[in-house]
């Protein structure tokens, strides 16, 4: 699969590492992954063409995740968003599913899991 045959999956994680990591087996998985390391970044990315799926972390420079996830769901109700935090408490993880996201991974996340939470959030859309 060629990269414009491949879905577009949209990483917006601050931590650049951690970003490179998941981009890295996305792209190994066949997709095609995006990183952008700050919310106003990946803001814009957004408004410039929707991915398959958005890759987004909570604690963002510039604009923080649950604002981009309020913002999407006004313009994008059925994107599939994927919160991948390192805030674990459940307060947090039941905040971001109420506000749209369809799923939460807790850092550290096995790359594995993500890349088929990411397969499945493709075949529901």
């Known amino acids: ?47 410039n063409g929707l991915p398959a799926v958005l890759l987004l972390d909570l604690m963002l420079p510039h604009i923080d995740g649950w604002h981009l996830i309020r913002e999407v769901r006004e313009w994008a109700p059925n994107l599939p968003i994927i919160v991948m935090t390192a805030r674990t408490n459940e307060h947090d993880r039941v905040e971001v599913l109420g506000l749209g996201a369809d799923d939460v991974v807790s850092k550290p996340f096995s790359m594995r899991e993500l890349v088929a939470r990411v397969t499945a959030a493709l075949r529901r859309a």
Do not use: C, W
């Open 1 to 47: 699969m060629n990269d414009s045959e491949a879905p577009y999956i949209l990483i917006v994680e601050d931590d650049e590492s951690t970003g490179e990591a998941v981009a890295f087996h996305l792209r190994r998985a066949g997709l095609a992954p995006r990183l952008e390391t700050d919310g106003l970044a990946g803001l814009q990315a957004l408004k």
